[in-house]
């Protein structure tokens, strides 16, 4: 069974920086594609960031780009998500999401696991 637990979230002053941890368990990962989400109060969840496991390539949403970056620790089994230059609009519950298959998928329900999600809170 897939399992895949957060860790990390924090409060952080805006300019500041966090780094959110996903371990993951439960099987190879290697041809998997994982990705990061976040969701606001009273807003949809949406794409922070993605990581093919086996290639290491990223793509970011627009929003974060320049200023989050994702990567992988085969050892540990762990994804990455650093987060520099933090703003309060990068307030959220942030999500770290898992598919077999290597794919570009932006959307929340394309992906199959999910973790129970860590606060990122950026005060102003």
């Known amino acids: 069974q897939v399992q895949l637990v957060e860790s990390g979230g924090g409060l952080v002053q805006a300019g500041g920086s966090l780094r959110l941890s996903c371990a993951a368990s439960?099987?190879?990962?290697?041809?998997?594609?994982m990705a990061w989400f976040r969701q606001a109060p009273g807003k949809e969840r949406e794409f922070v960031g993605r990581?093919?496991?086996?290639?290491?390539?990223?793509d970011y949403a627009d929003s974060v780009k320049g200023r989050f970056t994702i990567s992988r620790d085969n050892a540990k089994n762990t994804v990455y998500l650093q987060m520099n230059s933090l703003k309060p609009d990068d307030t959220a519950v942030y999500y770290c999401?898992?598919?077999?298959?290597?794919?570009?998928?932006?959307?929340?329900?394309?992906?199959?696991?999910w973790g129970q999600g860590t606060q990122v809170t950026v005060s102003s």
């Open positions: 439960g099987r190879t990962f290697s041809g998997y594609t």
């Open positions: 999401a898992a598919t077999a298959g290597i794919y570009t998928w932006r959307v929340p329900n394309q992906y199959t696991y």
């Open positions: 990581i093919i496991w086996s290639l290491s390539s990223t």
